[in-house]
């Protein structure tokens, strides 16, 4: 069965750097495109950034372009997150999930990982 | 951007009714739409795509029409498990957006 399993949470001061994992399985990862989503607390999905199957293009939200960079290693079936220069305001829940080509749905998601940023 | 609209933000219903929730889109997404379900605590669950297509798994009691710029989702008869928070996603271009959510709870 398909399984996303995402690591690398926890807390972190304001300006500072992290970087989140997202291991897949039970799918050919290296053929989906991926996605992280998240969640502040109490809010509302915003969806965050996504890279397509062969890694050839990239989309962001404008609230992390220049400062998140999604990457994958299809030998590892991982999809990264790297997040610097975090705001109070990047505080969520962050999830990984899976998509298609182009824009599209998520049909499956992991279970999410707690991102904390504060001082 | 577009944005995604949804009403009511809160819907109380009694099990074993029906609900209808709405989702306007700012812009024509055709039928670029989804659904997905979120119980406290939970993941969020793929229901609708395609605008009226059943995800894997999903209940003939959700049902969900639409094009264009405005759209439903329909839980014919409401049962314990369905009272949650329901979001719709565009995905006609980038950004994918989302609304800002329906709760649906017991009244």
């Known amino acids: 069965q398909v399984q996303l399993v995402e690591s690398g949470g926890g807390v972190v001061q304001p300006g500072r750097s992290l970087r989140l994992s997202c291991a897949g399985s039970g799918f050919p990862f290296n053929s989906y495109g991926m996605h992280w989503v998240r969640q502040a607390p109490g809010k509302g999905l915003e969806w965050v950034a996504m890279?397509?199957?062969?890694?050839?293009?990239?989309y962001y939200a404008d609230s992390v372009k220049g400062r998140f960079t999604i990457s994958r290693d299809d030998s590892k079936n991982t999809l990264y997150l790297q997040m610097n220069t975090l705001r109070v305001e990047d505080t969520a829940v962050y999830y990984c999930?899976?998509?298609?080509?182009?824009?599209?749905?998520?049909?499956?998601w992991g279970q999410g990982i707690q991102v904390t940023v504060s001082s | 951007e577009i944005v995604m609209t949804q009403s009511p933000a809160t819907l109380s219903v009694s099990p074993g009714e029906r609900a209808t929730l709405s989702c306007r889109a700012s812009?024509?997404?055709?039928?670029?739409l989804a659904w997905y379900q979120q119980k406290p605590g939970q993941t969020p669950r793929l229901l609708i795509y395609d605008a009226s297509t059943r995800a894997t798994g999903i209940p003939a009691r959700f049902s969900g029409s639409g094009s264009e710029t405005e759209f439903t989702l329909i839980i014919s008869s409401l049962q314990s498990e369905d009272f949650a928070v329901y979001y719709c996603q565009h995905y006609n271009n980038w950004p994918l957006t989302f609304g800002g959510g329906t709760t649906v709870e017991i009244k």
């Open positions: 812009q024509s997404i055709s039928s670029n």
């Open positions: 999930a899976r998509g298609s080509y182009g824009p599209t749905y998520f049909d499956y």
């Open positions: 890279i397509w199957y062969d890694g050839s293009n990239k």
